[in-house]
């Protein structure tokens, strides 16, 4: 009498082998999740670290939320540098922030203030009265090109509103040029509004000032008195031309 056919169930009917099925399944989708999470995070560290740099020089407009009063925690004092050599050194006041722009957050360190410090006596002299302004430029005009004279003049380029109105101050807001002596002290604020180039001695012991208008590109020569910083000679020496040809008065 012929032997009966053994039947056997498939495997995938086996309830031993779709448990091991389907735990292989859950591991390997648990696996590729985590593959994925690590290869985002750092895909957003690369991006972050070369799309979004820590910058200088833009700082939080001042508002009714964002008053113009610094955390203390956001203040420091910058590094030292010879203003007159042996005899004086002068610091930024600086500010750290950060703010959203496009994917990430980036990093600021913005100049806030200068003091000035004699060496013989310790006496400190805070240039402007507050920090609510973002310093662009801070320049020391000397007559002689050795520092062992004191300088005739010290000359910043200053941004005090969010002109543009993008929340932030920088170098893209209309900026002033405020000048002091070479203590740091008689901050005195020029109507004269524009990006400064250069400062140069000129003759007579007064200040020469090169500024571009931000908006025509048109380059002022300024003469200024270093002695209570009078504007004594105005003159626009380039200006952009239509034609785009070269340009000069």
């Not at 833009?58 to 203040?75: F, G, N, W």
């Not at 543009?164 to 040029?177: E, K, P, Q, Y």
């Not at 380059?219 to 200024?224: P, Q, R």
């Not at 910083?229 to 200006?239: G, N």
Request: proline share 5%.
């Amino acid at each position: 009498m012929p032997l009966a056919a053994r039947t056997e169930a498939p495997l995938d009917d086996n309830p031993f082998f779709r448990t091991v099925w389907r735990f292989n399944a859950l591991a390997f989708a648990v696996g590729v999740s985590l593959v994925t999470a690590l290869a985002a995070y750092a895909l957003y560290g690369t991006v972050k670290r070369h799309v979004a740099p820590r910058v200088t020089n833009v700082a939080s407009a001042p508002s009714e939320q964002r008053p113009q009063a610094l955390s203390p925690s956001t203040i420091r004092f910058g590094g030292l540098r010879d203003l007159h050599v042996g005899r004086t050194v002068w610091a930024p006041i600086v500010t750290q922030e950060t703010y959203r722009s496009g994917i990430a957050a980036k990093a600021t360190s913005s100049n806030r203030n200068y003091v000035v410090v004699e060496l013989a006596t310790g006496r400190a002299v805070q240039v402007f009265e507050d920090n609510a302004g973002l310093i662009i430029e801070a320049r020391a005009v000397f007559g002689e090109r050795d520092r062992r004279q004191p300088p005739r003049a010290l000359v910043f380029s200053v941004a005090t509103e969010d002109t543009n109105n993008d929340g932030r101050l920088s170098r893209n807001d209309a900026l002033g040029i405020t000048i002091a002596r070479a203590d740091g002290s008689g901050a005195t604020r020029l109507n004269v509004r524009g990006a400064l180039l250069a400062v140069h001695a000129a003759p007579d012991e007064e200040v020469a000032l090169f500024v571009r208008d931000q908006t025509s590109g048109a380059v002022e020569m300024l003469h200024v008195t270093a002695e209570n910083f009078a504007i004594t000679q105005r003159d626009t020496i380039w200006r952009r031309p239509a034609d785009g040809g070269s340009s000069q008065e």
